[in-house]
């Protein structure tokens, strides 16, 4: 594992010459093909190096991280045209690839902790730095405080195992569960915010709506997904108090993401909309997490991996008409299909990923997390079913709003879309809907 990190450190210096945009994302994309190479052993553990490791859940979501950052990059070429602090940013999107890498292959609960948190301050920097509106500053204030209030009991609760175990790997942390409800409050806390749960989640939508095309990718494919992959590692050690308290985190994600879904409704801004809509699909993850059961950890696993391909996906949309149009309100892009009709294929495609159309991946992680939660309790499937209808509801909302109707005669002189484009929309849509071949990997890891 250590390989590929420094591999990383070393495509620092490239940040430092002029021309280098596209050298980095070749980099990246020579650096996902040598990731799955990697030999795997699926059910341990493995290619240990120094606290470095790796098993089916960090390999799935590693590998998330550097295709999207390659794609960050290619989504951004805006910012090389204009040439507006093109190798400060990327600089800032390698420490962030850094940083989650870290995070998800750290065996070390305290160093996980610190990269957790490390993440954050790059993210912070793109916001700030390449945002849009000046309210940019109230957004970044809103990720930070939230995600900090919430991360210091989760400090707290890492230091009372150690005292215990007097170690912090995790791969010994299976040999312990504790029945306490202030160290059970204080490790998932944290981790509800970063997914976040409805209540909690008020930072995302204005972070997503001021963020730049590279931001709002990051944070919508692998930032929410950062919280998941910290419950499925945490709650092996609250094993019994999570069977007596997780109902409470269940009613409240379905109670909340059935109202969210109802809120797509009422949103004006493409950007926020598809930002309340991860919001929607994250409440069914936490819900399918917290019955910890079979179904529900793989479902929410395969859900992860999908809704992160999608939900970039749909973010990269929004911007190819925001490039044109300099608006992202639903007033003004109206009628899209009469000038980009090969765009409104793409949008097609990917909002019918979003609400779990097969052949996507979408549809066998949300089939998972239902057979998990309606196992759990039967009185869920009311939830599920309103959540379920209204996330189709609010995709066919989006297309039919942006692609049909009455279009503003002034507005429309531009091309419909360069080759850049629709190779990014591409490396989106196939793995989102290839990898339902291979699902099986992620049916064993448990």
């Known amino acids: 594992m250590m390989k590929f990190l420094m591999m990383l450190i070393f495509m620092m210096p490239l940040c430092l010459k002029k021309n280098m945009f596209w050298m980095v994302q070749n980099m990246m994309m020579i650096m996902v093909l040598l990731f ?26 590693i590998l998330l991280s550097i295709w999207i950052s390659f794609l960050m990059i290619m989504a951004s070429e805006s910012l090389m045209k204009l040439k507006f602090y093109e190798n400060f940013f ?96 204080c490790l998932i806390l944290a981790f509800l915010v970063k997914m976040p749960m409805y209540f909690v989640h008020l930072w995302l939508p204005k972070a997503h709506v001021e963020a730049p095309i590279s931001g709002s990718m990051i944070l919508a494919a692998i930032m929410l997904k950062l919280g998941g992959y910290g419950l499925l590692r945490i709650l092996i050690i609250l094993q019994k108090i999570g069977l007596k308290l997780n109902f409470i985190w269940v ?68 911007n190819i008409n925001y490039e044109r149009l300099s608006s992202r309100s639903l007033f003004m892009n109206k009628g899209l299909m009469n000038f980009m009709p090969s765009l409104s294929l793409w949008w097609f495609l990917m909002l019918s990923s979003n609400m779990a159309a097969p052949p996507s991946l979408n549809l066998v992680g949300e089939i998972s997390l239902i057979n998990s939660l309606i196992s759990w309790s039967w009185l869920t499937m009311i939830m599920l079913m309103m959540i379920s209808f209204f996330s189709a509801g609010y995709s066919l909302y989006l297309y039919s709003y942006t692609q049909h109707g009455k279009y503003n005669i002034g507005l429309y002189s531009f091309y419909t879309g360069v080759s850049r484009e629709y190779l990014m929309l591409m490396l989106h849509w196939l793995p989102l809907n290839m990898l339902v071949l291979k699902i099986d990997y992620s049916m064993i890891w448990f």
Not at 173 to 185: P, R, S, V
Not at 280 to 303: A, E, P, Q, R
Request: charged share 5%.
């Open 36 to 61: 799955m190479n990697l030999s795997m052993n699926i059910m341990n553990f493995c290619n240990l190096s120094y606290m470095l490791g790796c098993d089916l859940i960090s390999y799935g979501l």
């Open 90 to 185: 990327l600089f800032n999107i390698i420490m962030l690839l850094m940083m989650l890498y870290l995070t998800f292959s750290v065996m070390n609960l305290f160093l996980f902790y610190l990269f957790f948190e490390g993440s954050l301050i790059p993210t912070l920097m793109l916001i700030i730095g390449w945002g849009y509106q000046p309210e940019r500053i109230q957004a970044g204030l809103y990720l930070l405080f939230y995600t900090l209030f919430a991360s210091l009991p989760l400090l707290v609760g890492i230091f009372y195992i150690y005292s215990e175990m007097h170690c912090m790997m995790m791969y010994f942390m299976k040999f312990y569960d504790y029945n306490f409800m202030f160290l059970y409050i």
């Open 251 to 318: 009613i409240i994600s379905l109670i909340g993401g059935f109202y969210i879904s109802l809120k797509c409704f009422c949103q004006i801004d493409m950007k926020s909309l598809i930002a309340y809509s991860s919001v929607c699909h994250m409440s069914i993850v936490i819900g399918g997490i917290m019955t910890m059961n079979y179904w529900g950890f793989i479902g929410s696993y395969i859900l992860m991996i999908s809704h992160g391909l999608c939900s970039s996906g749909m973010f990269c949309l929004s």
